[in-house]
């Protein structure tokens, strides 16, 4: 039975690590966001620092590791074998439902996670032995802190509404007195904005930071709870001075605060959130030696109550270990910029692709905003109005067509020093009335408080925004829903299981992780294969853009005839999955010369008036493969329905004549394709025989069709289908050749 105990240990402290890289790719948008949303420095100077964020916070951090030992359940009330199972159960559930959320690249609460995780496995536990003893189900209470759980749900919802309140009246007035134009008021009110800043940011230390370093002594922390008003005031009069003299040296305060705040937010979150990760494997490991040294042999009789002693804590080189840890995850992690761009996309200044789709309540939301502007608007004085809308006005900046791409900052530093400043006092409160904030919730809302009152949510991207955030609300309460559900099935599992059943479940979530990777790897790879855009290394000249969208061209015609093809073995072979599938395809397609568009839009607002003309091509050659992409989706969508809908399968004759169009059809869009990825488009006399091959394949299928009606040897439904298919096959052939003699013109002028 030893051996089993010995497996756990291994298994938890192998999952300790995953929980760390998975928890880290999570919360990394909590310090990284302001800093690299605004660009206040180079990508790798903000890694950097928060780097050694993590690493001071990690080696000072506390070794009580209370909340994971006791402060969800009652040690007491379980024996060895019982709290053995639930650190398994909880470590399990953990990685897995972490892991789900990176996938989907949503920010979600490490803290929520491991606590309703706890929470579900020992609740799960607790029901068995009431049951099993005959109890009286009000004895559940005895096994479970409720009050610690109740408190928890409050803290969630008080987190949620209150950042985004704050967020969003704190970052109103701050760009009402400085403007989108803050260079020369920076020079009047940066010292005090640095003092303020600042001094929130060093608090925030102070408070949430400090309680739990171990090399301050306990009548040092008392001093610092006693004196908190006197320790703001002298704060706030060393950082003005100091702020105000960088500033006199021409030292740009504001990428000042923001490098602070996110050494701050890092330093924080590695020294008050590893608890969430090596907690419970060193509780595992704590409950262990307890057990062993007690001398009992009976692992389901011996009752854990020494584990609720405080004074057990947790050896500096596992908080070494889980820093170094941290940093390397933070460097590497591809799932982490995952989730960053996620929370980056719904609180960017500049518009774009948006990354969520709208819905009933965002499109309510929205309607009822404008509704309620509509009537402020006719009760504030217009000079109020217009005054108001001067303080907001967002210069175009002067920027190069090379400065137009993705890389342009999400937001301004102004901004990024609200969040980072709001988020700071808001969790020192929370942390000082003992209310259990979290992080991440207080980050995500902050800054989606602050971009709703910078107005970078406008009435052509609102909707998308609003339903992001209702997305990824939506996910932090089915986080602990979750997770409270997945540990305790995990925990019946292997408590009823045995060995079985624990050696069971650790191969089937290693299972489950290679399973994840290897669909993280395909989306990846499929993400490269979308047609890519636009970047600064293609538009130093209109000759590069010309180039780039011939290619872009050639990849989506390509597509569009894969696509087509596999729309017919569809319909051949009435494989409903496989049409469900050729759907996501070109949906995906679609979204990509949608996103095509949305960057060439962004690069043509700021080209030379001399190349206007010649940006006509790009606009018409996006619409022609719109028009085609969209007759090839109607065409799949319209067989999907057919199968779905069970009619009669198509007659051989049809079938013939459909793949016969199929063959000529892939013929002519990848010759095509070729021609334009090898920018050789002066073959139009080949182009003319593949299109005249196509047409009197459609032509001679039409004639079929109609002799095979007046015969009564096809239905309606199918007649209807086969029409559909030959006509947007028609239609598309059309918009190919107008593509083609866009480009063959274009090139003519170019060369002439």
Request: proline share 1%.
């Amino acid at each position: 039975m030893e051996l089993i105990f010995i497996i756990i240990l291994v298994t938890v402290v192998l999952l300790a690590i995953l929980d760390i890289m998975v928890g880290v790719s999570n919360d990394a948008v909590n310090f990284l966001n302001s800093a690299i949303g605004s660009k206040a420095a180079s990508f790798r100077t903000i890694m950097i620092i928060a780097s050694f964020g993590l690493l001071i916070g990690a080696v000072f951090s506390s070794g009580m590791m209370e909340i994971a030992r006791s402060g969800i359940f009652t040690p007491s009330m379980f024996t060895f074998y019982d709290v053995m199972i639930i650190f398994l159960a909880v470590m399990i559930a953990d990685v897995i439902l972490l892991d789900l959320f990176n996938y989907i690249g949503f920010p979600t609460s490490t803290t929520v996670s491991i606590i309703f995780e706890l929470l579900g496995a020992a609740t799960c536990l607790a029901l068995i032995k009431v049951i099993t003893n005959d109890d009286s189900f009000i004895t559940i209470l005895n096994y479970i802190n409720t009050e610690k759980a109740s408190e928890i749900v409050f803290s969630i919802i008080l987190s949620v509404f209150l950042s985004f309140l704050l967020g969003s009246i704190i970052q109103y007035i701050t760009r009402l007195i400085f403007t989108f134009n803050s260079e020369a008021r920076i020079k009047k009110y940066g010292g005090i904005f640095g003092g303020i800043a600042i001094t929130a940011i060093s608090f925030f230390l102070l408070i949430k930071g400090a309680k739990n370093l171990t090399f301050l002594s306990g009548d040092i922390k008392s001093w610092i709870s006693a004196n908190q008003i006197l320790l703001i005031g002298i704060n706030f009069v060393l950082w003005t001075i100091v702020s105000q003299t960088l500033i006199y040296f021409k030292v740009n305060i504001l990428r000042i605060i923001i490098l602070i705040g996110t050494f701050a937010l890092a330093l924080a979150f590695a020294g008050n959130d590893l608890v969430n990760f090596i907690g419970v494997p060193i509780a595992a490991i704590q409950s262990y030696d307890i057990f062993t040294a007690s001398g009992v042999t009976d692992p389901t009789g011996f009752m854990m109550g020494d584990l609720a002693n405080n004074d057990i804590v947790a050896p500096s080189y596992y908080l070494v270990i889980a820093g170094l840890i941290m940093i390397v995850t933070l460097w590497t992690s591809k799932k982490a910029r995952n989730v960053i761009e996620t929370e980056l996309n719904l609180s960017k200044q500049n518009d774009g692709e948006e990354k969520f789709k709208p819905n009933f309540l965002s499109r309510g939301i929205v309607r009822a905003v404008i509704i309620l502007g509509g009537l402020i608007d006719k009760i504030l004085p217009k000079s109020l109005q217009l005054k108001v809308d001067k303080r907001f006005e967002n210069p175009k900046k002067n920027l190069s067509i090379k400065d137009q791409t993705t890389d342009e900052e999400a937001f301004d530093m102004i901004r990024a020093s609200i969040n980072l400043i709001v988020a700071s006092i808001l969790i020192s409160i929370g942390t000082s009335m003992k209310l259990p904030l979290s992080t991440t919730y207080v980050t995500f809302m902050v800054a989606m408080g602050s971009s709703f009152a910078d107005r970078a949510w406008d009435r052509d991207s609102a909707v998308f925004r609003v339903a992001g955030v209702f997305n990824v609300i939506g996910g932090w309460f089915l986080t602990g829903i979750s997770a409270f559900t997945m540990a305790a099935i995990v925990a019946v599992i292997m408590f009823f299981g045995k060995a079985y059943g624990i050696i069971g479940m650790i191969l089937l979530l290693g299972f489950i992780l290679f399973k994840s990777n290897q669909s993280y790897k395909k989306k990846k790879k499929e993400k490269e294969e979308i047609i890519i855009s636009f970047t600064e290394e293609d538009i130093d000249s209109i000759q590069k853009i010309f180039t780039k969208n011939k290619k872009q061209i050639s990849k989506a015609l390509s597509k569009s005839a894969y696509s087509f093809e596999l729309s017919i073995r569809g319909i051949e072979f009435e494989n409903l999955t496989h049409a469900a599938e050729n759907k996501k395809k070109i949906k995906k397609l679609i979204s990509s010369i949608e996103e095509l568009k949305s960057n060439f839009y962004r690069i043509l607002r700021d080209m030379d008036r001399e190349n206007i003309n010649s940006c006509k091509v790009f606009v018409q050659s996006f619409g022609y493969l719109q028009n085609i992409t969209t007759s090839i989706n109607f065409i799949n969508t319209s067989i999907h329905t057919y199968i779905y809908n069970n009619h009669r399968k198509l007659n051989e004759e049809q079938l013939i004549d459909l793949k016969s169009i199929n063959i000529e059809y892939k013929k002519l869009l990848n010759h095509t394709s070729k021609s334009f990825a090898n920018n050789n488009l002066n073959e139009l006399e080949s182009f003319d025989k593949l299109r005249q091959s196509i047409d009197n394949k459609i032509s001679i299928a039409l004639n079929n069709q109609i002799e095979r009606i007046q015969q009564e040897n096809v239905s309606q439904k199918s007649s209807t289908l086969y029409f559909t298919i030959l006509t947007e096959v028609e239609y598309t052939v059309d918009r190919i050749e107008k593509l083609v003699r866009l480009y063959i013109d274009i090139d003519k002028q170019i060369n002439d």
